[in-house]
């Protein structure tokens, strides 16, 4: 699991890379958390770019819902975007697509959160 | 035939037996790639059938054993051209991951539960699910279909 992070506009756009499962559950969660103290109202947002993502676990769906949870309680704003289908599937089970917004591109997620990212993105 | 701790070849049956700790993950789904790929099942199913193995072996660590040392026999038997049988065998507590309350996914995040997603996966990557304690021994049967 890696994770590439690149800030654009008021977003911090994290590209996860590989499998989230209980041995990379907790690298997962520490890459993170630093970009969640900060996700607070407008001022910053964060996105997940999950098209790297090849599995994951009831491990990191808890890291996801922790994750969630946190950002509810300090008015923060956190999307995924790209899941593959088998990630989807997961996501339907466990019912994680009624706690976040997802969307089907990084493109289509930043004009939803954030036009000025949107643009900023088309540009690089 | 009897494969051990190797995946199937020209056998029907392949077995890995491991610790039953969390750090036992990795072998036994690399393990079930393998049976799975070998009987033909596509990358997708495959990773779900490696989300399966995961879960399973987690809570049997955390369940039957209480992270106390033991052993965990992983068995895949293909059965016929379509299906395949997971038999997950432990000599722990007994216990029986089907009996596990699953979390209640309807409610809004305040009140979602943070864990507890293992069972409702298995239960849904999975066609049949059976328990059975023949001794000192738990015995988890799941048998997944090949994908038409």
Redesign the interface.
């Known amino acids: 699991m890696e994770c590439k992070v690149r800030e654009i506009a008021n977003v911090s756009l994290i590209q996860v890379l590989g499998r989230i499962?209980?041995?990379t559950a907790k690298a997962f969660e520490d890459a993170l958390s630093p970009h969640m103290a900060g996700c607070t109202g407008e001022d910053k947002k964060l996105l997940l770019d999950f098209s790297g993502v090849?599995?994951i676990?009831?491990?990191g769906?808890?890291v996801l819902?922790?994750a969630?949870?946190r950002c509810?309680k300090q008015n923060g704003k956190m999307v995924l975007a790209a899941l593959q289908?088998?990630i989807q599937?997961?996501f339907q089970?466990?019912?994680f697509d009624t706690?976040f917004e997802i969307f089907p591109t990084v493109r289509a997620a930043l004009e939803a959160i954030s036009p000025a990212a949107a643009s900023a993105y088309d540009g690089q | 035939m009897t494969a051990s701790n190797g995946a199937m070849s020209t056998t029907n049956t392949a077995s890995l037996t491991v610790p039953a700790q969390v750090e036992s993950v990795t072998q036994c789904t690399e393990f079930v790639a393998a049976c799975a790929m070998a009987a033909g099942f596509p990358l997708a199913r495959t990773h779900e059938l490696e989300l399966v193995v995961e879960e399973v072996l987690v809570n049997i660590c955390k369940y039957a054993y209480v992270d106390a040392p033991g052993e965990m026999e992983l068995r895949c038997t293909k059965t016929d051209s379509q299906h395949l049988i997971l038999e997950f065998i432990d000599t722990g507590k007994p216990f029986n991951i089907l009996t596990l309350p699953p979390p209640d996914l309807a409610v809004d995040l305040d009140q979602r539960q943070v864990g507890g997603l293992g069972v409702p996966l298995v239960r849904a990557l999975v066609d049949t699910a059976t328990y059975r304690r023949e001794g000192n021994r738990n015995i988890l049967r799941l048998s997944v279909q090949l994908p038409c």
Do not use: G, W
């Open positions: 499962d209980h041995t090849t599995f676990s009831s491990a769906l808890r819902m922790i969630a949870k509810r289908p088998v599937e997961v089970i466990s019912r706690v």
